[in-house]
């Protein structure tokens, strides 16, 4: 059982091209989420899933778009990054109804 | 609005307590969470509290909830070069439906010999 697995775990882009982050858990969890952690600030959630096929936006999604094709995975992707997107990116699931969040062990992210 | 509110950096001594303070502003969330954050690595949940609780013990984690001042503290017992991390307080408002976190700016713990 890995949990909650993320990949990759570094990447650097330049300013204008496209990359997808993958989410994926090996427990079934209904509910999906993608934040971002900047210096100084707690998480701010882009985008979330509450089952496959269904996707919906957060708090910050301007520049991301995502995909829950299926129930174990939830992919994040930019399509042209900009450097405002350097950040750390966390993925979490959950059972619905649980009292928790799971989280992946993040990706880096910087945008030159 | 919505903002967790925790000071950003606190230093003690290996084998002090360490008390870290957190203020919500939801007064309705039903559920409020510490997780811990070490170098490099993901959230990890450390311990929460249900809301209609004052206090919950595990092991050397102490949580007080006063929700009269939506304060909550996380207190360390007997703190360790091992406790040293980013402690992120967040509450779970009930509107939304999908377990929305809201998390403070998270608390640096350094521990000094």
């Known amino acids: 059982n890995a949990g909650v697995t993320q990949t990759p775990k570094f990447r650097v882009l330049k300013t204008g091209q496209s990359m997808t982050l993958l989410c994926a858990q090996d427990?079934?969890?209904?509910?999906m989420y993608w934040y971002r952690q900047d210096p100084g600030m707690g998480l701010r959630l882009i985008h979330y899933s509450v089952g496959e096929g269904t996707t919906a936006k957060g708090e910050v999604p301007d520049g991301y778009n995502v995909s829950r094709l299926k129930k174990q995975n939830f992919l994040l992707g930019l399509e042209s990054a900009a450097p405002s997107q350097t950040s750390v990116y966390f993925c979490a699931s959950r059972i619905p109804g649980a009292d928790t969040q799971y989280f992946g062990p993040g990706t880096r992210l910087t945008v030159l | 609005g919505e903002d967790v509110e925790q000071s950003l950096f606190l230093s003690v001594r290996e084998g002090d307590s360490s008390v870290i303070n957190c203020t919500y502003t939801?007064?309705?969330?039903?559920?409020l969470y510490w997780y811990k954050q070490e170098p490099g690595a993901g959230l990890q949940l450390l311990t929460y509290?249900?809301?209609?609780?004052d206090m919950k013990q595990d092991q050397r984690l102490t949580v007080l909830l006063n929700k009269k001042d939506k304060h909550l503290s996380l207190r360390i017992a007997d703190t360790q070069t091992g406790d040293s991390a980013i402690y992120f307080c967040a509450e779970s408002p009930p509107r939304g439906g999908y377990n929305k976190l809201i998390f403070g700016a998270g608390t640096r713990l350094a521990v000094h010999p």
């Open positions: 939801d007064s309705s969330s039903t559920y």
């Open positions: 509290i249900f809301s209609n609780m």
């Open positions: 427990m079934n969890h209904e509910y």
